[in-house]
């Protein structure tokens, strides 16, 4: 016989009497059950048992464990701690009676004995309850017939509660555990195992007293740690890392996950330590799941008080209250994570849920938890967020700005969010304004650029950013870029513009507008010519010495750039610490001394002054060393100062693109030409300027520089062999270099050409034929292209003759067919070919007589009519290589031509008769001797 010693028994006969009494009654009991089980405890199988597991460990003070495992059709739950009790077997045999309460402790138990547990009916129509203390057994059937056997009226099973009768059993429970609770499925218990395993991970998380979960040969269980320090003293944190081992792949289960949780009262706020988002369809959990879908992204776990069926909240529980602690999470995540810990009311599901966002909401408003770029967690409210702040921006600038919240937060998604709680957004508008004021070193400045120019993509952030203090080199702020220049190349500070300071240079600034400065508009700039033209040499003062220092650094930031001719009045201290004009002095040491005359003007810069400036700067501003040039680009009137400009500018038929000249040609003395002249050949600046014949220079030169009492333009270049013997060649080092400055055979004045035709008359010199056609020439065209005005041409006392002599009377071909009646002595000649103009113009500069005024002819005899085609015609013209001509021609067998001076020179009426191969008659007939004929002397 079994023992009974729970007295079931005396239960049953309780139970039927009270059936047997009031059929009512019974109807109640197996309506509120099949209501626990249809409703209130549908898929709650495993919780409920869980939960009592839980309850049973923390009685005993042991670790929980919980085993599930089938034999055949039978569930079996398996778990430790404290056995079934006489008061336990009451509540399990009624409803709603729970036999559980506080322990002596004060810790709270979870599961309702007899409530809870009709989870089991929901899968089974006998139950066994095996404990160390007693087993018990629960059996739809046997109620059945005990009713029956009791008098009372029941139509089949369903009329009977499963859970009202209990039964004493044998069986013990299996090694290991302390009770076991033994389930006779309905139906297959894959699915229901299946289910089971899919809740142990949290189930462990959420029953902390139970620590490990066998579902078959899946293993799930739970390892607490401390987590880190909270601030206060009334919450704690813990690490949970729940573990699953042999669980097959199709489950999805992982197999390590970790909680952080932080404790504050009765609540419990857990989050996946690893960042893992929150799982859809999350819950209220007091502690195991409820009914109440839950959108905040922590895991709440609460002890508030729910209704009998553990899916809703009592009505006297205040869901407000389960936000303690909520903060003190957020806190305990990196930074990163935490905006995606503030929930958002919008996204609420139900009632509850809005009002616990609300009440977490409030604690994120009121506490600090938002991480600040430097320093400690802000109150949102007191937060501002600057959309793209960077690591490196956030580090710059931390310490100026203790509202700026992190830079991982710091995202355009998250300013909604943040946005509702209080958080302001600081634009790169409002940033510039915060930076006014602000002093520190250039180089941080840059590094601020630098990490701010990511943030810069549009014209809207550059005009966001257009009152953005700049330091400038002068060491004032510059409010935004307007009238900011700045230069790669030059790094020292000029009073006349406002660059950016070289250690705060970034491209940013060009983006913002920051204009690109060049060395030649440093120097050129029209605020530093005013500066140039203001200084009063009578009263100058201590710093305008200084802005020649100032232009010479920059000049030397850009070896190639021009610097415009007024710099040269930029004031410098002389050896005697006078200020003068930098185009006044002289470096000390300068050649150009030894060739000046005694009483020249200038004086020598200070050797201190030289020292800071440089030599080459202080040349390029107009300081003498060898011989200083004057540049203009434009140049539009002679007005630069230099000796006989004027007379110059009246030789160019229009105004120069550009001028390069030498100055200051007025003052060498007139002894030292050579060297002068040597100074300027081996000049890199100066040669070119002695090349250019049309040029200020070369044209100077050659009409006021002397050697050995002849002009410049009175002497030849050795090289050139045209003029040998016509103008004598300079003895100089570097008389080819100097050719510009010489005599050439085409004169560029009346001058050259006087000189040249001069030297033609000289009798002593010994000149061919042909050097007097070739200057003949040159002097004609310089006459008929307007170079020379002939005019202006002096007439030579002498002129030399066709044959090489010098003659005071000749007459100048005009006609070719004069030269068969010419004797060579007698003869001049405008050019290699006879052109009569040519003719006419020579002979009005050497007033001579053409030959055709000064001789008249005509032809002896009519001779024979032909035309252009006759053969002797044709050999007559390619004989000379010209087309046959035009008009009459006459044959002769021989062509004679009577031969007058028009002067009356050989007498009256006097004629020669010449014999000639061709003639031109005054009527224009060509007058041609048959060709084979002899010649012979009449």
């Known amino acids: 016989m079994t023992d009974d010693p729970f007295g079931t028994a005396t239960l049953r006969s309780s139970t039927l009497d009270a059936w047997a009494a009031s059929p009512t009654r019974l109807a109640e009991d197996a309506a509120a059950e099949a209501d626990l089980v249809t409703v209130g405890y549908r898929d709650r199988l495993l919780t409920e048992l869980a939960a009592n597991a839980a309850d049973a460990a923390a009685a005993a003070g042991v670790e929980g464990r919980l085993a599930v495992w089938v034999d055949g059709t039978d569930l079996h739950v398996a778990n430790t701690g404290a056995p079934l009790t006489d008061a336990g077997v009451r509540s399990l045999a009624a409803l709603r009676v729970s036999a559980k309460t506080a322990d002596d402790s004060g810790a709270r138990q979870i599961g309702r004995f007899g409530v809870g547990f009709t989870a089991t009916a929901t899968v089974a129509d006998r139950i066994e309850i095996r404990s160390r203390s007693g087993s018990v057994v629960f059996d739809r059937a046997d109620a059945m017939d005990a009713a029956r056997a009791a008098g009372i009226s029941v139509a089949g099973p369903a009329d009977v509660p499963v859970l009202r009768l209990v039964w004493p059993a044998d069986q013990m429970p299996t090694d290991g555990f302390d009770t076991e609770v033994v389930?006779?499925?309905?139906?297959?218990?894959?699915?229901?195992?299946?289910?089971?395993?899919?809740?142990?991970?949290?189930?462990?998380?959420?029953?902390?007293?139970?620590?490990?979960?066998?579902?078959?040969?899946?293993?799930?269980?739970?390892?607490?740690?401390?987590?880190?320090?909270?601030?206060?003293?009334?919450?704690?944190?813990?690490?949970?890392?729940?573990?699953?081992?042999?669980?097959?792949?199709?489950?999805?289960?992982?197999?390590?996950?970790?909680?952080?949780?932080?404790?504050?009262?009765?609540?419990?706020?857990?989050?996946?330590?690893?960042?893992?988002?929150?799982?859809?369809?999350?819950?209220?959990?007091?502690p195991t799941p409820t009914d109440i879908e839950l959108s905040l992204p922590c895991r709440c776990i609460t002890d508030l008080a729910l209704t009998p069926d553990r899916r809703h909240l009592h009505p006297r529980a205040e869901i407000g209250d389960a936000a303690a602690g909520y903060v003190d999470l957020v806190r305990l995540v990196e930074p990163v994570r935490r905006v995606e810990l503030v929930p958002e009311l919008h996204l609420a599901r139900n009632p509850d849920d809005a009002r616990l966002i609300e009440a977490v909401r409030r604690e994120l408003r009121d506490?600090?938890?938002?991480?600040?770029?430097?320093?400690?967690?802000?109150?949102?409210?007191?937060?501002?967020?600057?959309?793209?702040?960077?690591?490196?921006?956030?580090?710059?600038?931390?310490?100026?700005?203790?509202?700026?919240?992190?830079?991982?937060?710091?995202?355009?998604?998250?300013?909604?969010?943040?946005?509702?709680?209080?958080?302001?957004?600081l634009g790169l508008a409002g940033l510039a304004e915060r930076l006014v004021g602000v002093e520190r070193e250039p180089s941080w400045w840059h590094d601020l650029y630098a990490a701010l120019a990511p943030l810069v993509s549009t014209g809207r952030e550059v005009e966001e950013l257009g009152a953005l203090p700049i330091p400038r080199s002068d060491g004032r702020m510059a409010i935004g870029v307007r009238g900011l220049f700045v230069s790669d190349r030059i790094s020292t500070p000029m009073r006349w513009i406002p660059t950016v300071h070289p250690e705060a240079r970034h491209e940013l600034l060009t983006r913002l507008g920051v204009a690109d400065l060049t060395v030649a508009q440093a120097v050129s700039d029209p605020a530093l010519?005013?500066?140039?033209?203001?200084?009063?040499?009578?009263?100058?003062?201590?710093?305008?010495?200084?802005?020649?220092?100032?232009?010479?650094?920059?000049?030397?930031?850009?070896?190639?750039?021009?610097?415009?001719?007024?710099?040269?009045?930029?004031?410098?201290?002389?050896?005697d610490g006078e200020l003068?004009?930098?185009?006044?002095?002289?470096?000390?040491?300068?050649?150009?001394?030894?060739?000046?005359?005694?009483?020249?003007?200038?004086?020598?810069?200070?050797?201190?002054?030289?020292?800071?400036?440089?030599?080459?700067?202080?040349?390029?501003?107009?300081?003498?060393?060898?011989?200083?040039?004057?540049?203009?680009?434009?140049?539009?009137?002679?007005?630069?100062?230099?000796?006989?400009?004027?007379?110059?500018?009246?030789?160019?038929?229009?105004?120069?693109?550009?001028?390069?000249?030498?100055?200051?040609?007025?003052?060498?003395?007139?002894?030292?030409?050579?060297?002068?002249?040597?100074?300027?050949?081996?000049?890199?600046?100066?040669?070119?300027?002695?090349?250019?014949?049309?040029?200020?220079?070369?044209?100077?030169?050659?009409?006021?520089?002397?050697?050995?009492?002849?002009?410049?333009?009175?002497?030849?270049?050795?090289?050139?062999?045209?003029?040998?013997?016509i103008i004598d060649p300079l003895d100089h080092p570097y008389a080819d270099e100097l050719a510009g400055t010489l005599a050439r055979l085409e004169p560029d004045s009346a001058d050259d050409a006087t000189l040249l035709l001069t030297r033609l008359g000289d009798r002593e010199r010994v000149i061919s034929a042909g050097a007097t056609?070739?200057?003949?020439?040159?002097?004609?065209?310089?006459?008929?292209?307007?170079?020379?005005?002939?005019?202006?041409?002096?007439?030579?006392?002498?002129?030399?003759?066709?044959?090489?002599?010098?003659?005071?009377?000749?007459?100048?071909?005009?006609?070719?067919?004069?030269?068969?009646?010419?004797?060579?002595?007698?003869?001049?000649?405008?050019?290699?070919?006879?052109?009569?103009?040519?003719?006419?113009?020579?002979?009005?500069?050497?007033?001579?007589?053409?030959?055709?005024?000064?001789?008249?002819?005509?032809?002896?005899?009519?001779?024979?009519?032909?035309?252009?085609?006759?053969?002797?015609?044709?050999?007559?013209?390619?004989?000379?290589?010209i087309e046959i001509p035009h008009g009459d021609v006459r044959l002769h067998d021989e062509l004679w031509i009577a031969l007058r001076s028009n002067d009356g020179g050989d007498g009256p009426d006097v004629a020669r008769e010449v014999r000639v191969e061709w003639w031109v008659d005054d009527a224009g007939v060509t007058h041609l001797e048959r060709p084979g004929r002899r010649r012979s002397p009449r």
């Open 183 to 286: 389930l006779h499925l309905r139906e297959e218990p894959g699915p229901l195992l299946a289910a089971m395993l899919g809740q142990a991970p949290d189930l462990v998380v959420e029953l902390t007293a139970l620590q490990r979960i066998s579902v078959g040969d899946v293993e799930v269980w739970a390892e607490r740690s401390a987590g880190p320090d909270v601030d206060d003293d009334a919450a704690r944190s813990v690490v949970t890392t729940v573990s699953v081992v042999g669980a097959p792949d199709a489950t999805g289960l992982p197999s390590t996950r970790r909680w952080l949780e932080v404790a504050r009262g009765g609540t419990r706020w857990l989050v996946d330590a690893d960042g893992e988002p929150a799982a859809a369809g999350e819950v209220l959990r007091a």
């Open 367 to 425: 506490v600090a938890w938002l991480p600040a770029a430097a320093g400690a967690d802000l109150v949102p409210p007191r937060g501002v967020m600057l959309v793209g702040l960077t690591d490196r921006l956030a580090e710059i600038l931390g310490d100026l700005f203790g509202d700026l919240i992190h830079p991982d937060l710091s995202l355009t998604q998250h300013l909604p969010t943040l946005g509702r709680l209080g958080v302001s957004e």
């Open 529 to 575: 010519r005013s500066l140039v033209e203001d200084v009063d040499f009578d009263s100058a003062g201590p710093d305008d010495d200084r802005l020649a220092v100032e232009v010479c650094a920059v000049l030397r930031a850009d070896p190639e750039a021009p610097a415009p001719p007024w710099l040269s009045s930029l004031a410098l201290p002389d050896a």
């Open 580 to 725: 003068r004009p930098a185009d006044e002095l002289l470096l000390p040491g300068s050649p150009l001394l030894e060739v000046l005359v005694d009483d020249h003007p200038f004086g020598v810069v200070d050797a201190e002054v030289v020292a800071e400036c440089g030599v080459e700067e202080l040349r390029r501003i107009g300081v003498g060393w060898g011989f200083v040039t004057v540049d203009d680009d434009l140049p539009v009137a002679p007005e630069h100062d230099l000796p006989d400009e004027e007379d110059w500018w009246a030789t160019l038929p229009d105004a120069p693109e550009k001028l390069s000249a030498v100055r200051d040609l007025d003052l060498i003395e007139d002894r030292r030409w050579p060297e002068a002249l040597t100074m300027m050949a081996t000049d890199e600046r100066v040669r070119p300027l002695l090349a250019d014949r049309t040029g200020y220079t070369a044209w100077w030169l050659r009409r006021h520089a002397e050697i050995d009492g002849l002009l410049l333009g009175e002497y030849r270049s050795p090289s050139d062999e045209v003029l040998e013997n």
């Open 773 to 881: 056609v070739s200057v003949h020439a040159a002097v004609v065209a310089a006459c008929r292209s307007g170079i020379v005005d002939a005019h202006d041409v002096e007439v030579p006392e002498r002129v030399r003759t066709l044959a090489g002599t010098t003659a005071d009377r000749a007459v100048v071909v005009d006609r070719p067919w004069f030269l068969q009646t010419l004797a060579d002595d007698e003869a001049v000649l405008a050019g290699p070919t006879v052109v009569s103009a040519d003719a006419d113009l020579l002979g009005t500069l050497l007033d001579l007589p053409l030959a055709s005024e000064e001789y008249s002819a005509t032809v002896s005899a009519p001779g024979e009519a032909v035309g252009w085609a006759h053969p002797a015609v044709v050999r007559f013209g390619a004989s000379r290589g």
